[in-house]
Structures are given as structure tokens and as C-alpha cells.
């Protein structure tokens, strides 16, 4: 079935750049997506690219796409202590019948 | 836009009870809303997926008897935890898709059941 995978976590010096890894497995994927929960909230919308897509940059957020490895990245650019939270790589077919994969989340944590 | 809000933010019930969850999308009409659950530190289980007027279609290993959901409305669905149990106690998550981009899923920001 399909699979999203992300490291669980990653540890970045404040101001520098940050970068979430994500692999999936399913071929057919049409939409992907990175959402930021912060603790005991609910899942905020961060962007979307679709698959015929490579790049997405959106002011500091940059989102690149390798269809071929099927391997999707979110670089955070200048990144804040506001930034930390878990990120969420997900993924859905063309359908609106689709459900939406997620990954087991990244926790960003942001050091001095 | 695209809000979605969930009301109760928390709640505490006892063991045998049953609880009832709102969403509501605030500023677009959502043909489809979808129910999640998350443990401590897991990312979210899909439960259910609610379409207007029509049945939910239940995850595989969900009970429908025992999470009822209606979707009476394109801006309301409701979860309803019936004869609540401690292993129920979770954090519930609702989301939406607006009737004219499917591909977006927009969340509420959840509710935290806790049964004693």
C-alpha cells in the first residue's frame, strides 16, 4: 500500500536553513503537501505543489519535488524559533475519492 | 480563509457516556469532511470519511457503532463518541475539502477527549 516516510526528527541553529526530508512510495501521487502542527493544535495548511510540478517557493518556504525518486523536500529558509513543531509530509492521488497519506512527522527543534 | 473550527476544544466524560464532537467549516461550504484520531507523538489515524447527506465510509478496524458520525450540512459534521471507554481517549482531529478544490484539506484544531 502506500507509504510516506520522514525522519522523525531534525535540530537546526536558529537562523540557518532547514530541511525536511520525504519519500513515498505511491507512484500515482497527484498532490503533496507539508503541514505544521504546533503542540495541541490541529494541522495548519504550509503548501501544496502538484506532481507535474518541481519547485514551490512561497517567501521562505521553498518545497522541491523529485518525481523520479519520489522524494519531496521543505527547506526552511532563515528559520525561527516560532518554526519549531512537527511537519507532516503528505500525499493523495488525482481522485477527490483520494485519501491523504501522512508521514510519521518531523519534529523541528530550533537551538540558539 | 479556509477555517475550520471544532468545538468542544477538550473534554472530559465518564467511562459509558457518550460525546459529541462538532466541525464546522466557517467560510467555504465542504462536500467532504474527514474524522482523524492521534496518539501522543503518531502521526493521524484516518477514521472516516464523511460525505453530505450520505453515509460516512469507515476505516478499515473503525467502529461505526461506536464513532457515529453525521454530515447533515455542506459546513457541519459531527463525531459522536458513543459509550466512551479510557482507550478512547485521544486527540480527534476533523478536516474539510472545499466543494470546488478537492485537493485542499483544511483542519480544525482538534479536540482532546479524555475518559475517566
Known amino acids: 500500500g502506500e507509504d510516506v516516510e520522514q525522519s522523525l526528527f531534525l535540530s537546526v541553529r536558529e537562523g540557518d536553513s532547514s530541511v525536511i526530508n520525504c519519500t513515498y512510495t505511491d507512484s500515482s501521487s497527484t498532490y503533496l503537501y507539508w503541514y505544521k502542527q504546533e503542540p495541541g493544535a490541529g494541522l495548519q495548511l504550509l503548501t501544496y505543489i502538484f506532481s507535474n510540478m518541481d519547485m514551490k517557493q512561497d517567501q521562505r518556504l521553498t518545497v522541491l519535488l523529485n518525481k523520479k525518486d519520489k522524494h519531496l523536500s521543505l527547506r526552511i529558509a532563515d528559520t525561527q524559533t516560532g518554526d519549531s513543531a512537527i511537519y507532516f509530509c503528505a500525499e493523495r492521488g488525482y481522485s477527490s475519492a483520494s485519501k491523504i497519506i501522512f508521514g510519521s512527522g518531523t519534529r523541528l527543534s530550533i537551538r540558539p | 480563509g479556509a477555517v475550520v473550527s471544532q468545538h468542544p476544544s477538550r473534554v472530559i466524560c465518564k467511562s459509558g457516556t457518550s460525546v459529541k464532537i462538532e466541525c464546522r467549516s466557517l467560510?467555504?461550504?465542504?462536500?467532504?469532511m474527514f474524522w482523524y484520531r492521534q496518539f501522543p507523538k503518531k502521526s493521524l489515524m484516518l477514521m472516516a470519511t464523511s460525505n453530505e447527506g450520505s453515509k460516512a465510509t469507515y476505516e478499515q478496524g473503525v467502529e461505526k457503532d461506536k464513532f457515529l458520525i453525521n454530515h447533515a450540512s455542506l459546513t457541519l459534521s459531527t463525531l459522536t463518541v458513543t459509550s466512551a471507554h479510557p482507550e478512547d481517549s485521544s486527540f480527534y482531529i476533523c478536516?474539510?475539502?472545499?466543494?470546488?478544490?478537492?485537493?485542499?484539506?483544511?483542519f480544525g484544531p482538534g479536540t482532546r477527549l479524555t475518559v475517566t
Open positions: 467560510d467555504f461550504q465542504a462536500t467532504t
Open positions: 478536516s474539510a475539502s472545499p466543494w470546488d478544490s478537492s485537493y485542499e484539506q483544511y
